[in-house]
C-alpha cells in the first residue's frame, strides 16, 4: 500500500493501513485475508441456480417420465431400432434365424452395439468373461442349442445373475441380434474365464 503524504506528518493511528481493519482476524503461515465481500453478480447466481435446481428437479426427475436425458435418449435409440427393423420386419427367435444372422455381417453389427452397451460390464469387450461366464469357448451353463442363447437373453439365468433383457431391450429384433452376435463370439480366442458348464456340439452352418 502506497502512503503519498510524508509519515512524520502523520498522528500514529493514522499510519496503520485503513484496510487493515478489514483482514479477518486468523493468519495461516503468516498470510491473512481481507473480508471482502461476495461481488453481486456472484451472489446472484448462487441464488439463481438454487432456485433452478429445485425447478430442475421436480421438472425432470419428479414429473412426467420421459424428460431425462437417459430417457429421451433411450426413446431415440428405440425409435432408431424400430426404424431399421422396418427392413427386416419381426425376426423369430428360432435357430434358422440366428444362424442366419450370425452370418450377415451388416445386421451382426447391430448385434454388436447391444452387446457392446449392455453386456461388456459382465462378459468382457469380446466376451472372455467377467462377472458372467466366458461366451467365446465351447462349455455353456444354461444354452444346449444356439436358440437358448435367446432364451437366457430374454428372461435371464441364475436368479437374475444374468439379468433378463426381455423389457430393456425394447424390440425383439434386439434379442435375436444380440444373439446373433454372442453365438458369433464362440472360437474368437478371447483370453477371459476358464470353461463352465457342458461341452456342447458345434452351432448348426448356416443353411445359405
Ligand atoms: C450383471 C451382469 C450381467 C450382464 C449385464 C449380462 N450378463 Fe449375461 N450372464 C451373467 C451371469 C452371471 C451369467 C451366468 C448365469 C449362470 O450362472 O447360470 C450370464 C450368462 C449369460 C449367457 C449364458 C452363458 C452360459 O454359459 O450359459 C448368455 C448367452 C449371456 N449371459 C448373454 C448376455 C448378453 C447378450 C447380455 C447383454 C444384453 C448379458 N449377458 C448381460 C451376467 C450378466
Not at 452370418?103 to 449392455?118: F, Q
Amino acid at each position: 500500500m502506497s502512503v503519498t503524504s510524508d509519515p512524520v506528518e502523520q498522528p500514529a493511528e493514522q499510519l496503520v493501513d485503513p484496510q487493515e481493519e478489514l483482514l479477518t482476524d486468523h493468519s495461516y503461515d503468516g498470510i491473512q485475508e481481507y473480508d471482502n465481500p461476495l461481488p453481486g453478480w456472484w451472489t446472484w447466481l448462487f441464488i439463481g441456480s438454487f432456485f433452478f435446481s429445485i425447478f430442475y428437479v421436480v421438472y425432470f426427475h419428479m414429473g412426467a417420465t420421459g424428460r431425462t436425458i437417459q430417457d429421451q435418449y433411450d426413446q431415440q435409440a428405440a425409435r432408431i431400432f424400430e426404424l431399421r427393423f422396418a427392413e427386416i420386419g419381426e425376426l423369430k427367435l428360432d435357430e434358422a434365424t440366428i444362424v442366419q444372422y450370425m452370418n450377415d455381417p451388416k445386421w451382426l453389427s447391430v448385434g454388436k452395439v447391444i452387446y457392446k452397451t449392455n453386456c461388456v460390464s459382465c462378459h468382457g469387450p469380446e466376451g472372455g468373461g467377467l462377472v458372467g461366464p466366458n461366451l467365446t469357448d465351447d462349455h455353456w451353463k444354461n444354452v444346449r442349442k444356439i436358440e437358448d442363447i435367446a432364451t437366457v437373453i430374454q428372461d435371464g439365468a441364475a436368479n437374475g445373475a444374468m439379468p433378463a433383457w426381455r423389457n430393456r431391450l425394447s424390440h425383439v429384433n434386439q434379442i435375436v441380434l444380440s444373439a446373433a452376435y454372442v453365438a458369433s463370439l464362440r472360437g474368437n480366442g478371447a483370453t477371459g474365464k476358464s470353461p463352465e458348464g457342458d461341452l456342447i456340439p458345434p452351432w448348426p452352418e448356416s443353411k445359405q
